[in-house]
């Protein structure tokens, strides 16, 4: 099925091996053959309040109706939206008069942005997933629309989170998404293999691997959202070997008491991104659940991942553990290149400057934004990712950090990931933040956010500074540390750092 694009593979699944597992929400659970039928009969059904290239809106929770709604979408030519749900109703109600959404599916626990969407909306079709929705799929027929051969035709559209402006709207087309032989080849799928969802469909990371999953014909259990109990027991109930995490999420599953009283031994490989990783973390997730470990790079404008760190680049104690900190080499396909933040001249390896990236999984275009479009490209084609990184000799990609996080202090740059891996490895610190506070001598003061390990003495601020002193320049080390009982956090579990940022502009304001 290696030529397939989504829609066009779950139709060959359902030919081919009727009778195989497809997707399992709760307690329902959907053969191949009755997934490929259920989102035949919502495509139908679509296409009698909806026309080809309209957006299919959603404020669903990861769960069988948004698995439905992108297949049923695809197959119907239309442009599946899922919003955040963690949104006000009033600003997720904007959002979907951005998208210009012809229909609009909810969790019945998000009323309130049904509601919204349907006053903003007054000519949609909204509806409440559950008997509404079923209600709805059930007037559809099993006759296909048979839309998803045409590789440009878009089938998704992620919206930015908006820290620099209001939202974007990423349009992502079947080419973009496309996952081949090469693709597959990474995640060392076997006959056996049963993969976990539990990101939000409205982000990349839960709706790209949701598509790569069921493009691969792998057995998919589907969580609403991720709770480190709850994944903890779907491993063991239902054999998961392969899950996509964010490394926040893999700090709460190895720190819960649950991943110790649970069978996690199926587990072979969890593939993580969306936010940089300290060594010490994955150094001790790996110990922790005896499994392979994928990093996946990329960004929503790349549609996932241009990069790889392959399970075989995954070895703490051996001659290449160097590795760790790497985002790995690129997939087939991918061109990147590091370019100088000022003249955008291409840099030498080892040289830092900003990450770009030339490939078919690149968006064409922000929705209805040309000029921010026009700003996310070079004059050759390159997509500007915002990251500050470079690439050694042997062509692996080192993250530094986003160009936008970078604090200038006393002059000198300090990319906060580095300083973060530092303090990692004080056995007291449990999690850390590094951002950057205005300050009257500095311009901006190397600030340490610290959640200290429970159980352990809280370490002083001194100690700590002298700590990160010891292990990298002395004008990178914190001047401030604050410590702190939870960092805030987005719906995917990647840490908010603009959100720390003005937290702790506020709270030492009086201290300048």
């Not at 829609?7 to 053969?31: C, K, M, N, W, Y």
């Not at 997934?35 to 495509?43: E, G, N, V, Y």
């Not at 969802?197 to 959202?225: E, K, Q, T, Y």
């Not at 100690?463 to 401030?480: C, D, N």
Request: proline share 6%; hydrophobic share 45%; with cysteine.
């Amino acid at each position: 099925m290696s030529g397939l694009h989504l829609p066009e593979r779950v139709r060959t699944l359902a030919a081919t091996q009727p009778h195989a597992l497809s997707i399992v929400d709760g307690e329902r659970s959907l053969d191949a053959a009755s997934f490929d039928a259920l989102t035949t009969r919502l495509a139908d059904a679509l296409t009698r309040v909806a026309a080809p290239g309209d957006h299919i809106g959603a404020a669903l929770e990861t769960g069988l109706p948004g698995a439905a709604l992108f297949v049923a979408s695809a197959k119907a030519g239309m442009i599946f939206t899922p919003l955040n749900w963690r949104l006000p109703a009033h600003e997720l109600a904007a959002v979907a008069v951005d998208a210009e959404v012809t229909v609009f599916v909810a969790d019945p626990a998000h009323t309130a942005v049904a509601d919204a969407v349907r006053t903003a909306l007054p000519d949609a079709t909204v509806l409440l997933a559950g008997d509404e929705l079923d209600a709805f799929t059930a007037s559809g027929t099993l006759c296909d629309p048979g839309f998803g051969a045409d590789p440009d035709a878009p089938l998704l559209q992620l919206y930015t989170s908006g820290t620099t402006g209001r939202p974007k709207g990423v349009v992502i087309t079947h080419r973009n998404l496309h996952n081949d032989a090469d693709g597959f080849a990474v995640y060392h799928w076997r006959p056996d293999s049963v993969a976990l969802d539990a990101m939000p469909l409205f982000h990349i990371a839960g709706a790209g691997w949701m598509s790569s999953c069921v493009s691969a014909g792998i057995p998919l259990v589907l969580l609403p959202r991720f709770d480190a109990r709850a994944v903890a027991e779907t491993v063991e109930r239902h054999r998961i070997s392969h899950m996509f995490l964010v490394p926040s999420t893999i700090q709460m599953l190895i720190e819960d008491p649950a991943s110790r009283e649970h069978d996690l031994s199926s587990l072979r490989v969890v593939a993580y991104g969306s936010a940089p990783i300290t060594t010490t973390l994955l150094t001790r997730a790996i110990e922790a659940l005896g499994c392979g470990f994928l990093q996946r790079y990329g960004m929503t404008e790349t549609a996932g991942s241009v990069t790889a760190l392959r399970v075989e680049d995954h070895d703490p104690s051996g001659p290449h553990a160097a590795l760790l900190t790497s985002a790995g080499t690129p997939m087939p396909g991918v061109e990147i290149s590091i370019r100088d933040t000022a003249t955008g001249e291409t840099l030498a390896a080892g040289e830092t400057g900003e990450i770009v990236c030339r490939s078919r999984n690149n968006t064409r275009s922000y929705w209805r934004r040309p000029d921010a479009t026009a700003e996310l490209y070079t004059d050759d084609g390159f997509l500007r990712t915002g990251d500050a990184g470079h690439l050694d000799d042997s062509g692996y990609l080192f993250v530094t950090d986003r160009i936008k996080d970078m604090i200038i202090s006393g002059g000198e740059n300090v990319y906060p990931v580095e300083v973060e891996s530092a303090l990692a490895e004080h056995p007291a610190v449990a999690e850390v933040a590094v951002v950057g506070v205005a300050d009257i001598v500095w311009g901006e003061a190397v600030t340490a956010v610290v959640r200290v390990r429970a159980g352990s003495v809280v370490p002083s601020e001194a100690e700590l500074i002298a700590f990160a002193a010891e292990r990298v320049a002395s004008f990178k080390k914190p001047r401030r540390v604050v410590f702190v009982d939870e960092m805030p956090r987005g719906a995917t579990g990647k840490l908010l750092k603009r959100t720390l940022r003005e937290q702790l502009s506020d709270s030492l304001a009086g201290a300048r």
